[in-house]
């Protein structure tokens, strides 16, 4: 099993940038697929960013690519996401989350670990 543990949201203005962390602990020598999940009130939840921790390239969303960057660094086990160029319709609870292999490839939210959450707010 894995613990997901976020931090890092926050309020900003349009245009500014945040980088949110997931923190992982537990089984953290299994490969995994690895994704950042968004949801805003009233709406479902975007899967924006994904990425296999065994290798490969990275998945964005269009509404977040070339502003989103997701990496991982495995020497301390976290999961980041940079956002730059934040609009107010970035506004949403961000989820870390991590799941079987074959989420990178077929996609969905059939994450089987998640994060409890962090908020980001961005203002017009």
């Known amino acids: 099993q894995v613990q997901l543990a976020e931090s890092g949201g926050g309020s900003v203005e349009a245009g500014g940038s945040l980088r949110l962390s997931c923190a992982a602990a537990?089984?953290?020598?299994?490969?995994?697929?690895m994704g950042w999940i968004r949801q805003a009130p009233g709406k479902e939840r975007e899967v924006i960013a994904r990425i296999y921790t065994g290798g490969g390239s990275p998945y964005y969303a269009d509404s977040v690519k070339g502003r989103f960057t997701i990496n991982q660094d495995n020497t301390d086990n976290t999961l980041y996401l940079q956002m730059n160029s934040l609009k107010p319709e970035d506004t949403a609870m961000y989820y870390c989350a991590a799941g079987f292999e074959y989420i990178c490839y077929w996609g969905g939210t059939d994450f089987q670990y998640w994060g409890q959450g962090t908020q980001v707010t961005v203002s017009s």
């Open positions: 537990g089984d953290t020598h299994s490969t995994y697929c």
